[in-house]
C-alpha cells in the first residue's frame, strides 16, 4: 500500500488529453518538490516533471502538472504511442521522513 | 552530463552476502545525496535510503532499516548497496538516484537514475 494513491491504469487514444491523479496527505504533497517520473517498458525511471510543474530539458510542453491541496495531478495532450509508459508521483514525508512514490500509473495509449 | 552507472546483473543464492555499486560522473560527487530505489518484479518503485558522500551520512526507510548497508566512497565516485545475508524475496531491480537537494525539512526530487542492476536470488 502506498502512501500516494495513484489509479493503476488509464488509456486515452492518440492526441487526445489524459490525466493522472496523486493523492496523499499533509505531511507530503502539501510540499512543492513533487515530481512525476516517466517509466518506459524495460528501462530506467526518467524524470518527467519536477517541483510540481517545472520541465526538465527534453519534456515536451504537452506535459505539465498541478496541485491543489493535498493531491496533485500529471496532464499529458497531444497523446502519441511513444507516451506508453509508467508514470509514478514521488515527493518528500516529513512524517516518515522519507521520500515515497505513488503505486503507478499504466498508460495506454489505444 | 550527468550518469550514475550500475554494476552488473547478478545471480546469487539465499544466504549469500552482495554489494553493488554506481559510479557517478559529470558533477561533484561528494555534494549530492544519492540513495537506493527497489523494483520488484512487475511492482512499483519503493525508496530505501540516501548517502551524502560528502560525510557518509545515510538516512534509510523504515521498511530497509536493518536489511541493507548504504555506503559511499567519494574517492572513486561510488556509491554502494549490500546485503549480509540475502533472501528470495530481495530478488528485484536496484536503482541508484540522485536528489537534486537534501536538508532539514526533507529532500528534493530525483533528478538523474542510474540503469538499474538486477539481482537474482534463488533459494
Known amino acids: 500500500q502506498s502512501v500516494l494513491t495513484q489509479p493503476p491504469s488509464v488509456s486515452a487514444a492518440p492526441g487526445q488529453k489524459v490525466t493522472i491523479s496523486c493523492s496523499g496527505s499533509?505531511?507530503?504533497?502539501?510540499?512543492?518538490?513533487l515530481s512525476w517520473y516517466q517509466q518506459l517498458p524495460g528501462t530506467a525511471p526518467k524524470l518527467l516533471l519536477y517541483e510540481v510543474n517545472k520541465r526538465p530539458s527534453g519534456t515536451p510542453d504537452r506535459v505539465s502538472g498541478s496541485k491543489s491541496g493535498t493531491s496533485a495531478t500529471l496532464a499529458i495532450t497531444g497523446l502519441q504511442t511513444g507516451d506508453e509508459a509508467d508514470y509514478y508521483c514521488?515527493?518528500?514525508?516529513?512524517?516518515?521522513?522519507?521520500?515515497?512514490f505513488g503505486g503507478g500509473t499504466r498508460l495506454t495509449v489505444l | 552530463e550527468v550518469l550514475l552507472v550500475q554494476s552488473g546483473a547478478e545471480v546469487k543464492k539465499s544466504g549469500e552476502s552482495l554489494k553493488i555499486s554506481c559510479r557517478g560522473s559529470g558533477y561533484s560527487f561528494s555534494s549530492f545525496w544519492i540513495g537506493w530505489v527497489r523494483q520488484m518484479p512487475g511492482k512499483g518503485l519503493e525508496w530505501m535510503g540516501i548517502?551524502?558522500?560528502?560525510?557518509?551520512?545515510?538516512k534509510y526507510s523504515t521498511s530497509f532499516q536493518g536489511q541493507v548497508t548504504i555506503s559511499a566512497d567519494k574517492s572513486i565516485s561510488t556509491a554502494y548497496l549490500q546485503w549480509s545475508s540475502l533472501k528470495a524475496s530481495d530478488t528485484a531491480i536496484y536503482y541508484c538516484?540522485?536528489?537534486?537537494?537534501?536538508?532539514?525539512?526533507?529532500?528534493?526530487?530525483?533528478?538523474?537514475w542510474g540503469q538499474g542492476t538486477l539481482v537474482t536470488v534463488s533459494s
Open positions: 538516484a540522485r536528489h537534486g537537494y537534501c536538508g532539514d525539512s526533507g529532500c528534493y526530487d530525483i533528478d538523474y
Open positions: 548517502i551524502y558522500p560528502g560525510d557518509s551520512e545515510t
Open positions: 499533509s505531511s507530503n504533497i502539501v510540499s512543492n518538490y
Open positions: 514521488g515527493t518528500w514525508d516529513t512524517s516518515l521522513s522519507a521520500w515515497v
